[in-house]
């Protein structure tokens, strides 16, 4: 039996602008890249059809923890919000148009 997708998704308000989040995918390991954290999408809410720059925010990996059974990891919405502050912080602007922004989180 396949194990079910995880579904996460929340709003954050940043600078009176509206935004909403969504987990994308989910840790992996990649034979090209290794082990890779999850990854969220943030866009804009837009009452227009307009399109916004999105922002890709990517966690570092869990920690592996030999003999351990490995639990599926969990990031907080703070900490998502605090990520979305410092990808803000960082040069993205949540309402420019052009390509997508990736922001790699800083391990905690």
């Not at 059809?49 to 592996?64: D, G, H």
């Not at 923890?65 to 410092?86: D, F, S, V, Y």
């Not at 040069?91 to 148009?97: A, E, H, L, Q, Y």
């Amino acid at each position: 039996m396949k194990p079910r997708n995880r579904q996460a998704s929340g709003r954050y308000v940043l600078d009176g602008v509206e935004l909403t989040w969504e987990l994308l995918r989910e840790a992996h390991y990649s034979s090209s890249e290794g082990h890779k954290g999850m990854v969220f999408s943030v866009r804009a809410v837009s009452e227009t059809a307009r399109t916004f720059k999105e922002l890709l925010l990517e966690f570092p990996p869990p920690k592996y923890k030999p003999g351990r059974h490995n639990e599926k990891e969990r990031i907080l919405p703070p900490n998502i919000e605090a990520a979305i502050r410092q990808a803000a912080a960082g040069g993205w602007d949540p309402v420019s148009r052009g390509r997508v922004y990736v922001w790699l989180v800083e391990p905690q």
